[in-house]
Each structure stands twice: as structure tokens, then as C-alpha cells.
């Protein structure tokens, strides 16, 4: 297959509407494309979005753009983007970028963070997404571990990065700023620049993307993409979520993270659908959907931090007859959340998995829609040998049995599939062994195929002689009406080593309270094994978060590791073994 030939082929499957006949499209072309050795070279920009879908759908839209504080509006079609694409390369070129430098990008959901990206796919530069709520301690991580040979930065940032410049005594080639700012070129200059730019010559294996990881077990990891894994491997992202050609779909995703380049960029670009991006200062839920009602959006995906909080409006006020798909990724979503949407407006939520390290490679595809186990992420893509394995790397082949979730290497390489942790051999080697990559996550499936996250392998919770999944203790809690978010991790204990502690934060309306707490502890004691309940709750206002909407597990772990050496009482803690009502004599 040519590369033309191979995307052709995923939009002409992702137009079938009988879900069966799709289903087993997808099954076929996947099953060719595992084993289909592709071309030395190849550039997506200039190949697949300039040489197809420009040539082919150039006054299509191609990006919708809105600022919720200020209501502004841009769009642009397939040619426009193209345009200010090579405008941005021509520039940096002309300051002596060229091939393999790096290009960081600290710049929130404006259309520039777009143009910026095609450029550096047309020009084979490595693209550094920079989350723009970094600190300056991260900014200089960033930069010690890998030094800026371009930077494109909005205004608010531009003296943190100057900062972290001269700490590091690095001097980049070009700085340009949305905005304006002294020693800086302003990003308007650029429209001077003409609108086409040669391709450069990039090889299959050339790493263009280069993500630090959200951190949320220790230090980020540079995970180092090719010009493959990503422009190819978010087929697999494509076909799970069922975007179609000429559709609007729209990601809740800041540009500093892997999500953005997978939903906001690749799924929707890879097939000729519109993408789309909401700005704002602080998520006005209420303005967000009215946003998504108002531009027709047909396929929507958000973290589940999001989907808890949409599920609490009245969503009868909203105009959602074009929603055709709901998406989830970035933690698994609770069973309950998924039955308030589909209640509220008839389409199911459908869970999937992957990494900053892979493509979408777990999931609910379409064709799962009325078949899918609320709670459940679905079963391996196509595109992936996904299995499951002990501590040892043996295969799990027995239902029901937590293991490591692995992607088995010797039957076929995963195009999705990372090429490095950039510049770190050992962290590198730690997860490809013996033919094998280890997610660093947890999972089991069920007698009948569905899979069920238990969570990342550094959270599961050792209590005495049992392990238990967070996902699945905190899935239990947010079923209780007065929950709307909860975290689980183990608290250090000296007879169990560790005590399953509950973070709790409450819907509008609810307080923490001694008699809550006893709620809690109840409703637990009816849904979950004895082993897996809750012996401490603690109410909080607010949980520790990456800006893609993870929790941040390993920061609790730390906190309560400090917390058993400080003295005085935790607010609003409550211990399982002070509730006389649930027959616990014992203390823990």
C-alpha cells in the first residue's frame, strides 16, 4: 500500500455506517497495515494534509477557533492552514533552523499552536509541546534536559522562559511571541513570508515530536516520537473514535500534552475532518457546551474530570442534535457518569486507553456502542498485540486476574508504538524487555473479552496480604449522590503496610461531616470486597492535577508519607475503625 492509499482507506472505513461491516473493515485494513513495510521516507505534512487533503478539500474547513472570555472567532480552510504553515517554516528557516532542531511550543489553544505544528511535520523539526502553566523550576528542567533551538511562546510567559535562557545559558536561533515583547519577534511578522515552503527530506524513523511526560508517578520522561508513530499511528486514534471526513470534532485538551496532538491535530486532520478549540481563562462549563452546541460539533472528547462536571447541568437547554460521538481518554470514566449522558442526551460515553507513549490502544470503537460494560475501557486495537502478564512477563490467560498491560513485540511492532525516552537508555530498557513493552499500567479482562483498568502499577495498594486497584475503590464512591470527585491511594500503616485512603470531594451542597463519612463508609461495605473498602476519608476542595486531568497520585502518596510524621489532626479525616456503627472493634 502507498501511504496515500493506506489513509484513503481508513476514511473510506470510517464512512461505513453498518457498525458490523466497519467493524470488520477495520479488522482487515489493520491487519495488513501491522505487516505492510513503509517507505523509507515520508513527510505527512507535504504527503497526506498538503498533497490530499489540500489538493482535494482546500476550501473545506480545516480548524474552528473561539475565545469563551471574549466570544472572538476565527476559522481557516485546508489551503489557509497550509499557508500559514509554510509561512512559519520559511520563517525560522531564514534564522537558520533547519532539520532535526528542536521547536518548543509554549502556547495555549490559539490557531497558531496549528500552524506551528504543520510547520515543523513539513520541516522535520522536533516539536516540544510546553504546558503553559509551567512553573519556572519546570520551564529549566525542560530546557537543562534539552536545550531550545526555537521557541514560540504567548506573551504571559515569555519572562519565565527568558529566565530559565540565562540560568541555563542557552541562546535559541529564533523567539517568537504572540504578542509582543522586547528581544522577541512578534508573531505578525510572519505574515510577510510566503505562503509555500519546500518539504524536507524526512526518514520514517526521524523523531518529530519529543513530549515530557505529566509526571504523574515521578520525573517526566522525554518520549521521543517518529515521523511515523504519530502521523500514522493515530489511524488506530481515528478509527476508535469513528471520525468522518467533513465532520467537526472537538477536544478538550490543553496543546502542552500528547491528548492535544492526538484529538486535536492528528485524528481529526489524518481524515479530513474539521478540528476545533475552545480558549479560555477558566472552564465556564455552561459557556463550553453552549460552544459545542453552537458549532455542530459531531464527535466530542473530554477528560472525565469534565464529563463528571457536564453531567451536572441541565442538559435539556442545549441544542446537541449534531453530537454523533462521545469520547473519554486520560483516566478511566465511572460507570455512572456514562449512564447520566447517555440518559441526558443519547449517546454513550465510550471509553479508551493509550499513552503519551502509544496511539489510542485500548478502547470502545463504534461499532461498541449498545454493547459496551459501563466501567469497562473496551478491548485492544487493531493495531496493537495488547496482552496481559505477572510480574514475571508470563502471559495472563485466565479471566480475571490483574496484570501488567503489555504490548507483545514479536508478532509485529506497533506503528503507534514510541521510539525512545530521548537521551535515557536505562528508563528506555526498563520498559522494552524480552520482546515486550510495559505500559507501567494495570488491567484485567473479563470471560467475555472486555477489559477493566486497575490502575498504574505504582498505585496499586498493598493492604496486608491483598493488592487493590484505586480505579475501582473510587468508581464505588462517586456512585454515592454527595461524591462528585474522588482519588484513592494507599496511606503508610505499620501493621498493613498500607491503609486504602479515600480523597473526597463533594457535590454542591453536601459538607463534610462525621455522619457523611459514615454514609460512605456504608455504601462502600455494599459494593466492594471487605479488602478493598476505605479506611480513611478525607474531604478536600480540590485534588492534585496534570493540565491534561490527571490525578496526580504519587503528590497524595508523598503528602501522607509527610503527613505520618507531622503532628495534630488532618481537617475532615475520618478512620473506619472510630465508626462503632460498623462493627470495627479493632482499631484499623
Known amino acids: 500500500m502507498t501511504m496515500e492509499a493506506i489513509y484513503r482507506e481508513v476514511m473510506a472505513i470510517n464512512i461505513i455506517q453498518d457498525m458490523q461491516k466497519r467493524e470488520a473493515a477495520a479488522k482487515s485494513f489493520f491487519e495488513k497495515l501491522n505487516h505492510t513495510v513503509l517507505p523509507e521516507k515520508f513527510n505527512w505534512a507535504a504527503e497526506i494534509f498538503e498533497g490530499m487533503h489540500v489538493k482535494e478539500r482546500g476550501d473545506q474547513l480545516g480548524l474552528i477557533w473561539t475565545d469563551l472570555d471574549t466570544d472572538a472567532e476565527r476559522q481557516f480552510t485546508y489551503k489557509e492552514m497550509a499557508a500559514n504553515g509554510n509561512k512559519f517554516l520559511n520563517f525560522v528557516r531564514k534564522n537558520g533552523v533547519q532539520k532535526g532542531d528542536n521547536l518548543y511550543m509554549l502556547t495555549p489553544i490559539v490557531p497558531e499552536t496549528w500552524f506551528a505544528t504543520l510547520a515543523a511535520l513539513k520541516g522535520g523539526l522536533v516539536t516540544v509541546p510546553t504546558a503553559t502553566s509551567m512553573t519556572a523550576r519546570e520551564i529549566e528542567f525542560r530546557f537543562e534536559s534539552y536545550k531550545p533551538d526555537v521557541i514560540i511562546a504567548f506573551e504571559g510567559l515569555t519572562q519565565l522562559v527568558d529566565d530559565a535562557l540565562q540560568k541555563v545559558k542557552c541562546t535559541p536561533k529564533a523567539k517568537i511571541v504572540l504578542g509582543k515583547k522586547a528581544g522577541w519577534v ?23 515530536f519529543c513530549f515530557f511526560t505529566s509526571g504523574t508517578t515521578g520525573l517526566p520522561k522525554r518520549v521521543g516520537h517518529s515521523a511515523v508513530s504519530y502521523p500514522v499511528g493515530h489511524l488506530s486514534t481515528a478509527v476508535m473514535q469513528g471520525l468522518e471526513p467533513g465532520n467537526v470534532h472537538h477536544n478538550l485538551s490543553a ?150 498491560i503489555v504490548i507483545r513485540l514479536s508478532n509485529w511492532r506497533a506503528l503507534g508504538l514510541f521510539q525512545e525516552y ?71 500503616d505499620p501493621q498493613r503496610y498500607q491503609l486504602v485512603k479515600a480523597f473526597v470531594i463533594l457535590t454542591e451542597g453536601n459538607k463534610p461531616s462525621r455522619e457523611l463519612a459514615l454514609e460512605l463508609f456504608q455504601h462502600t461495605i455494599k459494593v466492594l470486597a471487605k479488602f478493598k473498602i476505605p479506611r480513611i476519608i478525607e474531604f478536600v476542595d480540590a485534588l492534585p492535577k496534570t493540565i491534561s486531568g490527571k490525578i496526580r497520585r504519587v503528590e497524595l502518596r508523598e503528602n501522607e508519607e509527610k503527613k505520618k ?22 482499631k484499623k
Open 186 to 208: 512578534s508573531y505578525s511578522v510572519l505574515d510577510g513570508e510566503s505562503a509555500e515552503a519546500a518539504p524536507a527530506d524526512v526518514g520514517r524513523d526521524d523523531v518529530l
Open 255 to 404: 496543546p502542552g500534552w500528547a491528548k492535544w496532538a492526538w484529538s486535536s491535530f492528528f485524528a481529526p486532520l489524518n481524515v479530513g475532518a474539521t478540528a476545533s478549540g475552545f480558549a479560555f481563562t477558566a472552564l465556564n462549563i455552561k459557556k463550553y457546551i453552549a460552544a459545542v452546541a453552537k458549532y455542530k460539533v459531531n464527535s466530542f472528547c473530554a477528560p472525565p474530570t469534565a464529563w463528571r462536571a457536564f453531567v451536572g447541568l441541565d442538559l435539556s437547554q442545549y441544542d446537541l442534535s449534531a453530537m454523533k460521538y462521545s469520547l473519554s481518554a486520560g483516566e478511566p470514566l465511572n460507570a455512572e457518569v456514562i449512564d447520566q449522558w447517555r440518559k441526558a442526551t443519547g449517546t454513550e460515553i465510550r471509553d479508551f486507553y493509550g499513552q503519551t507513549e502509544s496511539t489510542a490502544m485500548i478502547g470502545n470503537p463504534p461499532w461498541m456502542e449498545g454493547k459496551m460494560r459501563f466501567g469497562s475501557f473496551g478491548y485492544p486495537a487493531f493495531m496493537y498485540d495488547v496482552i496481559l502478564t505477572d510480574d514475571e512477563g508470563q502471559e495472563i490467560t485466565e479471566p480475571d486476574q490483574p496484570g501488567h
Open 422 to 492: 530521548i537521551g535515557d537508555t536505562e528508563k528506555t530498557r526498563n520498559v522494552f524487555k524480552n520482546n515486550l513493552y510495559f505500559s507501567g499500567d494495570k488491567a484485567a479482562f473479563d470471560k467475555d473479552g472486555y477489559w477493566w483498568f486497575v490502575g498504574r502499577s505504582d498505585d496499586v495498594i498493598k493492604s496486608s496480604d491483598f493488592r487493590v486497584g484505586p480505579f475501582e475503590v473510587e468508581s464505588a464512591l462517586i456512585e454515592h449522590p454527595a461524591v462528585m470527585e474522588a482519588a484513592v491511594v494507599g496511606s503508610p
Open 565 to 586: 510524621t507531622a503532628e495534630g489532626a488532618v481537617s475532615h479525616e475520618y478512620f473506619y475503625h472510630e465508626f462503632p456503627e460498623l462493627g470495627s472493634k479493632k
